[in-house]
C-alpha cells in the first residue's frame, strides 16, 4: 500500500478533539460507515502518560505549581486517542487528557476532530483541533515525543492557547532530497488567562495563521505567522476607562481598549542524527497596542548528546517583555483615578532566563526516564513566570525533576 506524505513524515499527531462532542456525533451519524469488512481494522487506540516529580529549592514562590516539597501534581497525566476510519477517506479523531491538575482552561475531552484526505498529500480537519503555533503543539503533553521532561516555558507558557474550534488545511510534497509542507487554518478560542489585572476572560473571536515547513536530511526549518483579534473582558477597566474619559483623560482612556489585533511570529531549526541533536525556537508575540497585553520575544537554544539509550542535553531559554508607557495626564489631585491609573503603571513582568540540564533513558520501547535540574534566574520585582512571590525573594531558584514518560 502506497503511503501518504502524512505518512512518510511521521509527525506523531496524537490527534483528538473537545467540547463539541454532541454536534460532533451528529456529524459522524450522517456519514457513510463504509470501505472497511473489519470493523476492528477501522478502530485504532493510542495513548500516552507520564508521571513527573518536581522540587523547588526555594520556600519564598512557586514555579510552574512546584513548590518546596516533593509534588507529582503539576505534569502528571494520562491521555488516549481513538481513531475511527469512517471511509477510505474519512475519519474521526478524539483525545481525552486526565491530569492531576488542572487548570481552568483544560478540558478532559481536548482533541476532537474529522479528517477528510483525498490524496496522499492533502489534509483537511476540522472540529477541536490543536493550535499549530509552536514545533511541539501537537505532543505538547506527550513527553515522550522530545527529549526534555518540559517543553523551554519561555517559549510555551504564555498568552497563546493550545486548542481551538475551526478548519485546517494541510499540503505536503515529497522527493528524494527534500520533504515540504504548508499549513494554514482559521478559528475562534475563548478562554481566561492570569493577567497583572487578575482572572481575565477574553475571546479569540477570529484568527488564522500560516505554517511553512522543510525537511532537508537531518535539517528542518519552520516558519509560521498567527494573526488574531482579542477581546478581553475585565469589568473593572471598562468602569476605569469610563471614569478616565468622564474626567477628560482621555488619552489614559484609550490605552485601556480592550479589543487588540495581534501578530505571531514563529522560527524555528533543528538538527538530528542519531548521535546528537540541536535545536532552536523563537516566538514574538506582537499587539497593536501594548498597555495591557506585551510585547513578548522569547528563544531557546538546546543541545543534546546520544549514547544509546542514554542522551544528555542543556537547555538555555530566555524571554523578553516589554509594555508602552501610560500617558503622564493623570495627576495627583485626581485622587483615586490617579490611584487606579499607578497601579495600572506597575505592571509585573515575566523576564527570565533559566538553563537546564538532564539526562534522558530509553528503558526500552516506549518507555523512558528522564531527570533534569533547572536553574531559574529572574529580575527582583517582575514576576518571571513565579506565583505565590512572597517578600524578599530575589527570583533565582533550582527546580529538580525526574520523570517516567510512555506510549502505547
Not at 487606579?340 to 520501547?365: E, Y
Request: proline fraction near 3%.
Amino acid at each position: 500500500m502506497m503511503l501518504s506524505f502524512f505518512d512518510i513524515k511521521c509527525r506523531r499527531r496524537y490527534q483528538g478533539v473537545s467540547r463539541v462532542t454532541g454536534l460532533f456525533a451528529s456529524i459522524l451519524s450522517l456519514l457513510p460507515l463504509t470501505g472497511h469488512a473489519n470493523t476492528d481494522e477501522a478502530l485504532s487506540f493510542s495513548g500516552f502518560g507520564r508521571i513527573t516529580a518536581g522540587y523547588l529549592d526555594t520556600s519564598q514562590a512557586k514555579y510552574m505549581g512546584y513548590a518546596d516539597r516533593l509534588s507529582l501534581k503539576p505534569e502528571t497525566l494520562l491521555g488516549l486517542q481513538t481513531s475511527y476510519d469512517l471511509s477510505s477517506t474519512f475519519s474521526a479523531t478524539i483525545q481525552g487528557v486526565l491530569r492531576t491538575q488542572r487548570s481552568a482552561d483544560d478540558e478532559l475531552i481536548n482533541w476532537a476532530y474529522l479528517s477528510w484526505q483525498p490524496g496522499d498529500n492533502l489534509l483537511l480537519k476540522g472540529g477541536r483541533l490543536q493550535t499549530p503555533f509552536f514545533v511541539l503543539s501537537d505532543v505538547l503533553d506527550v513527553g515522550y515525543a522530545y527529549p526534555w521532561i518540559s517543553a523551554p516555558q519561555q517559549v510555551y507558557n504564555s498568552w497563546l492557547f493550545p486548542t481551538y474550534n475551526g478548519v485546517d488545511l494541510s499540503w505536503g510534497h515529497s522527493t528524494d532530497t527534500f520533504d515540504s509542507s504548508l499549513e494554514t487554518y482559521i478559528g475562534q478560542y475563548s478562554g481566561t488567562h492570569e493577567t497583572n489585572y487578575g482572572s481575565t476572560e477574553y475571546d479569540v473571536r477570529i484568527f488564522g495563521g500560516l505554517i511553512a515547513r522543510v525537511d532537508i536530511n537531518n535539517l528542518t526549518l519552520r516558519l509560521s505567522h498567527h494573526r488574531g483579534k482579542v477581546q478581553l473582558d475585565k469589568q473593572e477597566l471598562t468602569q476605569l476607562q469610563t471614569s478616565l474619559e468622564t474626567a477628560g483623560y482621555t488619552q489614559t482612556a484609550r490605552t485601556l481598549n480592550q479589543t487588540h489585533w495581534i501578530n505571531v511570529e514563529e522560527a524555528a531549526v533543528s538538527y538530528e542524527t542519531l548521535d546528537y541533536f540541536l535545536r532552536t525556537e523563537w516566538v514574538m508575540i506582537n499587539p497593536q497596542q501594548t498597555y495591557l497585553i506585551a510585547n513578548i520575544q522569547n528563544y531557546y537554544v538546546s543541545a543534546g548528546y546520544n549514547m544509546n539509550p542514554l542522551t544528555f542535553y542543556a537547555t538555555f531559554a530566555q524571554s523578553r517583555v516589554k509594555y508602552q508607557s501610560y500617558p503622564n495626564e493623570v495627576p495627583v489631585s485626581a485622587g483615586a483615578l490617579y490611584d487606579a491609573v499607578a497601579a495600572l503603571k506597575s505592571r509585573s513582568q515575566d523576564n527570565l532566563i533559566s538553563w537546564t540540564f538532564g539526562t534522558r533513558w530509553d528503558i526500552r520501547p516506549k518507555i523512558a526516564f528522564k531527570a533534569e535540574v533547572t536553574l531559574l534566574d529572574g529580575k527582583p520585582g517582575e514576576n518571571a513566570f513565579f506565583s505565590s512571590i512572597q517578600d524578599g525573594f530575589n527570583r533565582n531558584a533550582n527546580l529538580y525533576k525526574i520523570s517516567l514518560e510512555w506510549v502505547f
